[in-house]
């Protein structure tokens, strides 16, 4: 069942019977936020190599948005209307979907430690446990480098096929390619609209009232998930899958499976940094 919170990420676990560890005697607690032991020092993995990638990654998928949604445009026909309602309903539901997936995945398993990997990407999801309110501080490009990323290669085939397909062939595809185009925009918003929910003053008008018609994560919504041990509701999107998926035991189904296969406990490299102290 799905837990709730403060808003600055921390609140009491009700399902767990045993309290979280203590530090030890004579060592001094740690303290979430930007003084935090482990935030400090993850901070500070933000490489300029990792810079540049984000740079490289929002330079073109925004060009390729751009030209994707110029020909979408040019080929619009009023016969597809109920096709391009369905496609972006469907593509809003898949990246909303997907950022639960990568969410959980970053979240529960793996390592900063692992070779370019863990500090270019695992390492943001570490820090924003401790110190939730950090992706405030991030600017655009830091917040949505890794999500434009992701969108560069389907961006870059639709973009392609726009060039070298017949009008007889793009009309036949159109619904595809308003799927993939919905599906480009949320992902690659996703950690802008995740940005959002942690800001609690000063967000535009427009972006309230889209949280509060929950069209996009709404911030109340989202502290559910900043409960210790963070467990639950990863999807950070829309958020319209995690009820669904909560009820049904998925992300829990998937962590037994995964250590009764492997043996590795979910979240242990996420407990070590939010233990530490100095």
């Avoid at 016969?79 to 469907?90: E, F, T």
């Avoid at 539901?93 to 070779?115: I, K, M, Q, R």
């Avoid at 655009?140 to 070298?164: Q, R, W």
Wanted: charged share 15%; glycine share 8%.
């Amino acid at each position: 069942m799905a837990r709730t919170g403060n808003q600055d990420g921390r609140g009491q676990e009700p399902r767990s019977p045993q309290p979280a560890p203590g530090p030890a005697p004579g060592r001094p607690e740690a303290r979430w936020g930007p003084q935090h032991a482990g935030a400090r020092e993850l901070a500070t993995l933000y490489s300029p190599g990792k810079r540049c990638q984000e740079w490289i990654s929002v330079i073109l998928c925004f060009s390729l948005m751009a030209f994707n949604f110029i020909h979408l445009l040019a080929n619009f026909h009023l016969g597809h209307v109920w096709y391009i309602l369905l496609a972006i309903v469907g593509g809003i539901l898949t990246a909303d979907f997907a950022s639960g997936f990568v969410h959980w995945a970053a979240d529960t398993w793996g390592s900063v430690e692992l070779p370019i990997f863990g500090k270019a990407f695992i390492r943001p999801f570490r820090e924003h446990h401790i110190d939730p309110t950090a992706i405030t501080r991030h600017d655009f490009i830091e917040t949505n480098g890794d999500n434009c990323m992701l969108t560069i290669v389907p961006l870059a085939s639709m973009a392609f096929n726009f060039l070298t397909l017949s009008p007889a062939e793009i009309y036949r595809n159109y619904p595809w390619y308003c799927y993939l185009f919905a599906l480009g925009i949320f992902v690659t918003l996703t950690n802008q609209i995740h940005k959002w929910s942690h800001t609690y003053f000063g967000l535009p008008c427009w972006v309230v009232f889209l949280q509060d018609c929950h069209i996009i994560l709404p911030r109340k919504h989202h502290r559910i998930h900043h409960v210790s041990p963070h467990e639950t509701y990863f999807c950070i999107t829309t958020g319209w899958l995690n009820y669904p998926l909560e009820k049904l035991g998925f992300w829990s189904s998937l962590e037994d499976l995964i250590q009764g296969v492997t043996g590795e406990k979910p979240r242990a490299d996420d407990l070590k940094w939010a233990h530490k102290v100095k």
